[in-house]
C-alpha cells in the first residue's frame, strides 16, 4: 500500500497537464465566473485564482439536457469532431467532457467521449478523457467541472508515476496486489486511480 503528494502538489506548484474542456454550448465561462463569494471580503486587490484551463481550450458543442434528464438538444456529432481537430492543434494532453445537467443523464457525455475515442485511434493518439459525471455527481457545474478538470490536469503525471512504481515493484518480484491510499483515507487498486486519481 502507497501514499503520495503528486496529485497535491501538481495542483499547488500548477505543473500539470495542457488541459481542454469541451463543454455546453453557452457554458465555456463557467470556471471562470465561479462563485460570487469572495475569500478576502474587504481586500480590494483580491484576485481569483486564474482557471487551470484557459479560455481558448475550453470549446463548446450544441447539446443540451434538462434539469430532469430529459434531451433538449440532441449531441452535435459535427461539433464534438470538429473540437478534436482544435485541441490537437493546441498539443493538448488531456480532455474533460462537462455538460450542463449531466450528473442526472450522463448520455451525452458518454456519446461525445465514444466520438473523440475513435478520432483519436484514427489519428494514432492516446489523449486520457475525464467524464465530469464519473468524477462527481455534483449538481452544480462549477464544482463538477472544476472537480474533472483538476482530475484531467493530474491524470497524466500521476498514470506515469504509478506506471513507474508497478514497474520497480515487478522487477523486484512483488506479486501481490499494489494498493494506492486515497484523500478519503480509503484504498484502491492502482488501475482505478491511474483514472480517477483526483481523490488519491
Known sequence: MHGQTVVINTIVTRSGAKVDLITTRGSRDILEIGRANRRDLFNLKYRKPEPFVPRYLRLEVRERILYDGRILTPINEDDVRNAINELINHGVESIVIGFINSYVNPEHEIKAAKIIEEELRKLGRDIPITLSHEITREWREYERFNTAVLNAYVL???????EVLEQTFKDMGF???FYMMLSNAGMA???YVKTSNIYS
Open 189 to 191: 487498486t492502482a488501475p
Open 175 to 177: 506479486k501481490g496486489t
Open 156 to 162: 497524466p503525471r500521476v498514470k506515469k508515476y504509478i
